[in-house]
């Protein structure tokens, strides 16, 4: 519906009369609000009312409604020309005054929107409008369309005839792609002059029901906890659809197909317009249905289902639990078994059952017990792993005081039972626990037991009875007892009677009395099967008696040689206490005569006195001054006991100027071993040192001595390679070898024809002789003084020399080596059997195995 305002100019608001049917826009387009049934015989007449908002002045067109001769869907999916040709709509570009000046323009015109359908099928070019311009009446005009779609990507979508001014679409439109397009018209002369402003042309393209409903998730998880009441929403599913949403096409209803598992009634419902999955029936059980699936359609079009597309999900909801099943136990009695005297140990095992989901705090149970145990001696943690109850001792069960307990076990969950849910009968259980008796250690009591005593008890003194109670009331044991611990060594216990006696004197002074207390352990003994034992302490608290004497305190002092300026203070030292100790008498003693002489003493106060010199000046050195000192006990007791003072002399200060303090009388045991000890390790390093010094000059000595074998002639072993020969054939001075004072004066060989290990011709040193037959024992000393006269001879040969220790003789007893010949016969000798030794042998054979000849 076009509304033409004349140039008022005002907004102009459009209605209908009938919304709820059809519906306009304020471009003019109406539109069906609702599906309509075709009625030739009834056709609906639509009033359009045009106001203007300024003035409310309005004004009013009838539309009628005639049914297309087409179906709905065939439009849909074969659209018909927006107009058709003979009936093209025709556009006017806005006129101007007759005179050619340029002048004031009318206003230009308001061009209704023109609409094209997507997906039309042809054909192409399908015309739309004609655009015109007044001038063409007296000229040839030239018509053009500028923009997106015409010159303009994407082109040629638009194209317009340049002389007719028709302007056509070219191909289908898809509104999904681009929902309008805004052109422009252009009229020019021949000479491309223009003739009219361009005008505006915006194409709408129309909505057609082409694109199904599609999900955003395929399949959809929700959840819904069991027994939930109707209406507890559960989840919204979602769909959408690419066509216009303010038209039926992208306009979606939902509804659930089918129901899995499916029951008498549908569990579920769903909003149509927003996909909101609600419950809608009573009875949600997980314990019977624990999981549901739903087929979910959207169809557009409203819902039409003739017209609509539509398209489908799957809607998976999982019915949670709730604590809806209370825990029972299996059986109503449980029983059990446990030894006297046992902790955590496990009696017995209660089983529950429980139908909702496991592993959850619905499924969890809790055990609590509710009767029979008051003293708490049981508890009944749940095992994690099978919801079982552990009933566990966690105190110690006498035998002797209950043999059996019953206990009223409650199991419960960890969150309580959902509203209008009781507990049942057999939520609760009872167990049975039987109680059996073993060997019980005896036990003394008191434990510890306190005797106090005086010290100084003799042996053989009775001090108390200590026996223990056998808690084992049905067994009749004999117990005995011994002693465990007694680190003075002064008791003795009866093994029958457990009567303590004394087998040295109880002394409080002693290291081992802690605090006037004195421990000792014993153990009591049964005769069951196993034996059992128990321990006691018994602590005797020894009473103090005056049996320590006092002694002077310090013990060391010093004094100057002259009594001014100083003195002694001394106190005294008692083992006993109050009042067996101080105050303290202090007297010089009489003997030797010679200390009331040079010292004096005078008392401070009942712990304290002071020595000073008597004589105006005593000698440097140290003094033992005896003292007497009587403590104030019952029955005082006197000691004499020694001060060692050392006299010195002094500074203006009153401080010793020697060096030396006091030192002891002697010195200890202990300090005599360590320095004899490290005397000892003193003189073993200086011993082991001077060994070490030793042995290296021997080796450095050894070093030098050695010879290179291959310089020495005299040791080496000769290799003959021919028969015969001897020392004659080696090139050899044997004269060497001869004694001295034989040597010829023609055998000294020119200096030129000498042998390189031949001892330089110098006069030689008076080495000592021998006689022709020497006695066999000055040999060594022969050769002691030969040694001595070569170190000391500076014309001595080097190492590798030949030297002369010794004459041999002038001549040799045995015979030539280079003969065979023997001077003993060898008749008497069979030689045929070198004849059987081979080539070899065969001329000792000719030798010595022939005749005489």
Same mark, same amino acid.
């Given at each position: 519906?076009?509304?033409?305002?004349?140039?008022?100019?005002?907004?102009?608001?459009?209605?209908?009369?009938?919304?709820?049917?059809?519906?306009?826009?304020?471009?003019?387009?109406?539109?069906?609000?609702?599906?309509?049934?075709?009625?030739? /015989?009834?056709?609906?007449?639509?009033?359009?009312? %045009?106001?203007?908002?300024?003035?409310?002045?309005?004004?009013?067109?009838?539309?009628?409604?005639?049914?297309?001769?087409?179906?709905?869907?065939?439009?849909?999916?074969?659209?018909?020309?927006?107009?058709?040709?003979?009936?093209?709509?025709?556009?006017?570009?806005?006129?101007?005054?007759?005179?050619?000046?340029?002048?004031?323009?009318?206003?230009?015109?308001?061009?209704?929107?023109?609409?094209?359908?997507?997906?039309?099928?042809?054909?192409?070019?399908?015309?739309?409008?004609?655009?015109?311009?007044?001038?063409?009446?007296?000229? %040839?005009?030239?018509?053009?369309?500028?923009?997106?779609?015409? *010159?303009?990507?994407?082109?040629?979508?638009?194209?317009?005839?340049?002389?007719?001014?028709?302007?056509?679409?070219?191909?289908?439109?898809?509104?999904?792609?681009?929902?309008?397009?805004?052109?422009?018209?252009?009229?020019?002369?021949?000479?491309?002059?223009?003739?009219?402003?361009?005008?505006?042309?915006?194409?709408?393209?129309?909505?057609?029901?082409?694109?199904?409903?599609?999900?955003?998730?395929?399949?959809?998880?929700?959840?819904?906890?069991?027994?939930?009441?109707?209406?507890?929403?559960?989840?919204?599913?979602?769909?959408?659809?690419?066509?216009?949403?303010?038209?039926?096409?992208?306009?979606?209803?939902?509804?659930?197909?089918?129901?899995?598992?499916?029951?008498?009634?549908?569990?579920?419902?769903?909003?149509?317009?927003?996909?909101?999955?609600?419950?809608?029936?009573?009875?949600?059980?997980?314990?019977?249905?624990?999981?549901?699936?739903?087929?979910?359609?959207?169809?557009?079009?409203?819902?039409?289902?003739?017209?609509?597309?539509?398209?489908?999900?799957?809607?998976?909801?999982?019915?949670?639990?709730?604590?809806?099943?209370?825990?029972?136990?299996?059986?109503?009695?449980?029983?059990?078994?446990?030894?006297?005297?046992?902790?955590?140990?496990?009696?017995?095992?209660?089983?529950?059952?429980?139908?909702?989901?496991?592993?959850?705090?619905?499924?969890?149970?809790?055990?609590?017990?509710?009767?029979?145990?008051?003293?708490?001696?049981?508890?009944?943690?749940?095992?994690?792993?099978?919801?079982?109850?552990?009933?566990?001792?966690?105190?110690?069960?006498?035998?002797?005081?209950?043999?059996?307990?019953?206990?009223?076990?409650?199991?419960?969950?960890?969150?309580?039972?959902?509203?209008?849910?009781?507990?049942? !009968?057999?939520?609760?259980?009872?167990?049975?626990?039987?109680?059996?008796?073993?060997?019980?250690?005896?036990?003394?009591?008191?434990?510890?037991?306190?005797?106090?005593?005086?010290?100084?008890?003799?042996?053989?003194?009775?001090?108390?009875?200590?026996?223990?109670?056998?808690?084992?009331?049905?067994?009749?044991?004999?117990?005995?007892?011994?002693?465990?611990?007694?680190?003075?060594?002064?008791?003795?216990?009866?093994?029958?009677?457990?009567?303590?006696?004394?087998?040295?004197?109880?002394?409080?002074?002693?290291?081992?009395?802690?605090?006037?207390?004195?421990?000792?352990?014993?153990?009591?003994?049964?005769?069951?099967?196993?034996?059992?034992?128990?321990?006691?302490?018994?602590?005797?608290?020894?009473?103090?008696?005056?049996?320590?004497?006092?002694?002077?305190?310090?013990?060391?002092?010093?004094?100057?040689?002259?009594?001014?300026?100083?003195?002694?203070?001394?106190?005294?030292?008692?083992? *006993?206490?109050?009042?067996?100790?101080?105050?303290?008498?202090?007297?010089?003693? !009489?003997?030797?005569?010679?200390?009331?002489?040079?010292?004096?003493?005078?008392?401070?106060?009942?712990?304290?006195?002071?020595?000073?010199?008597?004589?105006?000046?005593?000698?440097?050195?140290?003094?033992?001054?005896?003292?007497?000192?009587?403590?104030?006990?019952?029955?005082?007791?006197?000691?004499?006991?020694?001060?060692?003072?050392?006299?010195? /002399?002094?500074?203006?200060?009153?401080?010793?100027?020697?060096?030396?303090?006091?030192?002891?009388?002697?010195?200890?045991?202990?300090?005599?071993?360590?320095?004899?000890?490290?005397?000892?390790?003193?003189?073993?390093?200086?011993?082991?040192?001077?060994?070490?010094?030793?042995?290296?000059?021997?080796?450095?000595?050894?070093? /030098?001595?050695?010879?290179?074998?291959?310089?020495?002639?005299?040791?080496?072993?000769?290799?003959?390679?021919?028969?015969?020969?001897?020392?004659?054939?080696?090139?050899?001075?044997?004269?060497?070898?001869? /004694?001295?004072?034989?040597?010829?004066?023609?055998?000294?060989?020119?200096?030129?024809?000498?042998?390189? *290990?031949?001892?330089?011709?110098?006069?030689?040193?008076?080495?000592?002789?021998?006689?022709?037959?020497?006695?066999?024992?000055?040999?060594? *000393?022969?050769?002691?003084?030969?040694?001595?006269?070569?170190?000391?001879?500076?014309?001595?040969?080097?190492?590798?020399?030949?030297?002369?220790?010794?004459?041999?003789?002038?001549?040799?007893?045995?015979?030539?080596?280079?003969?065979?010949?023997?001077?003993?016969?060898?008749?008497?000798?069979?030689?045929?059997?070198?004849?059987?030794?081979?080539?070899?042998?065969?001329?000792?054979?000719?030798?010595?195995?022939?005749?005489?000849?």
């Amino acid at each position: 519906v076009r509304f033409l305002d004349c140039g008022r100019g005002g907004p102009v608001r459009l209605e209908s009369n009938n919304p709820s049917d059809f519906w306009i826009e304020a471009d003019g387009v109406v539109y069906a609000a609702r599906s309509g049934q075709r009625s030739p /015989q009834h056709a609906p007449t639509l009033l359009i009312k %045009a106001i203007d908002s300024t003035t409310q002045q309005q004004w009013m067109t009838q539309v009628r409604m005639v049914p297309s001769p087409l179906s709905s869907q065939q439009v849909q999916k074969a659209p018909v020309p927006a107009v058709p040709d003979k009936d093209l709509m025709e556009i006017s570009f806005p006129s101007r005054k007759s005179d050619s000046q340029l002048k004031r323009m009318k206003r230009d015109w308001v061009i209704p929107p023109i609409n094209v359908p997507e997906n039309s099928r042809g054909p192409f070019p399908q015309e739309l409008v004609r655009i015109r311009s007044d001038h063409d009446k007296t000229r %040839a005009l030239r018509y053009s369309v500028t923009g997106p779609g015409a *010159d303009q990507p994407p082109t040629s979508i638009f194209i317009i005839d340049p002389i007719s001014g028709e302007l056509s679409v070219n191909k289908p439109l898809d509104r999904e792609h681009i929902p309008n397009f805004h052109l422009k018209a252009h009229a020019v002369d021949l000479n491309g002059n223009q003739l009219e402003n361009p005008i505006d042309l915006a194409i709408n393209v129309i909505d057609m029901n082409d694109n199904r409903p599609e999900f955003t998730h395929q399949i959809w998880n929700g959840t819904v906890p069991e027994g939930s009441k109707p209406g507890t929403f559960v989840m919204t599913v979602t769909s959408v659809d690419k066509d216009d949403p303010k038209t039926a096409n992208g306009m979606l209803r939902y509804k659930i197909l089918s129901q899995t598992p499916e029951s008498s009634s549908n569990m579920f419902t769903i909003n149509n317009k927003t996909g909101g999955i609600i419950t809608v029936a009573a009875g949600l059980d997980r314990e019977k249905v624990p999981q549901y699936t739903l087929i979910i359609q959207a169809t557009d079009m409203e819902g039409n289902p003739m017209y609509g597309l539509s398209n489908t999900a799957t809607a998976v909801i999982k019915i949670t639990d709730v604590n809806d099943n209370p825990p029972e136990f299996t059986t109503a009695m449980f029983y059990g078994e446990v030894r006297e005297n046992r902790v955590n140990v496990i009696v017995a095992n209660l089983t529950v059952t429980d139908k909702d989901q496991p592993n959850t705090p619905a499924w969890n149970a809790v055990y609590k017990i509710t009767g029979g145990d008051p003293t708490g001696r049981f508890s009944v943690p749940t095992d994690p792993t099978n919801n079982e109850g552990l009933v566990t001792v966690v105190k110690p069960i006498d035998y002797e005081t209950s043999r059996a307990y019953v206990l009223t076990v409650e199991a419960k969950n960890e969150v309580p039972l959902t509203s209008g849910i009781r507990y049942p !009968h057999m939520s609760t259980a009872t167990v049975s626990i039987s109680v059996t008796d073993e060997n019980e250690s005896p036990y003394f009591e008191p434990n510890p037991k306190l005797i106090k005593l005086e010290e100084g008890m003799m042996p053989e003194s009775a001090l108390t009875i200590f026996t223990a109670q056998d808690p084992d009331r049905f067994m009749r044991q004999k117990i005995t007892y011994s002693k465990l611990s007694d680190p003075a060594n002064w008791l003795r216990i009866d093994p029958n009677s457990g009567r303590i006696t004394t087998i040295a004197i109880l002394d409080r002074e002693s290291p081992f009395v802690k605090n006037n207390l004195y421990n000792a352990t014993f153990m009591a003994l049964d005769d069951g099967k196993p034996p059992a034992s128990g321990t006691g302490t018994l602590q005797i608290y020894l009473l103090d008696i005056n049996d320590n004497a006092p002694k002077v305190f310090p013990q060391e002092a010093e004094i100057c040689e002259k009594p001014e300026p100083n003195a002694i203070n001394i106190t005294a030292v008692d083992g *006993d206490l109050n009042p067996n100790a101080g105050p303290f008498a202090f007297e010089l003693a !009489h003997r030797p005569l010679d200390v009331r002489r040079n010292w004096t003493i005078t008392r401070i106060s009942g712990d304290y006195a002071q020595v000073s010199l008597r004589i105006g000046f005593l000698e440097s050195g140290i003094y033992e001054i005896p003292i007497i000192i009587t403590d104030s006990g019952n029955l005082p007791m006197s000691n004499t006991s020694y001060l060692r003072v050392k006299v010195c /002399q002094c500074d203006i200060n009153g401080d010793c100027t020697d060096q030396q303090h006091i030192m002891a009388a002697g010195l200890g045991t202990g300090a005599i071993i360590a320095i004899l000890l490290c005397i000892i390790i003193l003189l073993i390093l200086v011993l082991l040192f001077v060994v070490w010094m030793k042995r290296r000059d021997k080796e450095r000595q050894a070093k /030098q001595l050695l010879i290179d074998p291959e310089d020495d002639v005299r040791d080496n072993i000769l290799k003959y390679d021919e028969e015969g020969g001897g020392e004659e054939d080696q090139d050899y001075d044997l004269s060497q070898l001869q /004694q001295p004072d034989t040597l010829e004066p023609d055998a000294i060989k020119p200096v030129g024809i000498r042998r390189l *290990d031949e001892r330089p011709l110098h006069p030689e040193p008076q080495y000592p002789m021998r006689s022709a037959a020497p006695h066999p024992g000055d040999i060594g *000393d022969f050769i002691n003084e030969g040694l001595k006269a070569a170190d000391n001879d500076p014309t001595a040969p080097p190492y590798d020399s030949l030297l002369v220790f010794d004459y041999e003789g002038s001549g040799s007893t045995a015979g030539s080596l280079s003969s065979l010949n023997s001077s003993s016969s060898g008749g008497d000798q069979d030689y045929d059997y070198l004849n059987d030794w081979g080539p070899r042998f065969r001329k000792l054979a000719d030798m010595y195995g022939g005749c005489d000849d």
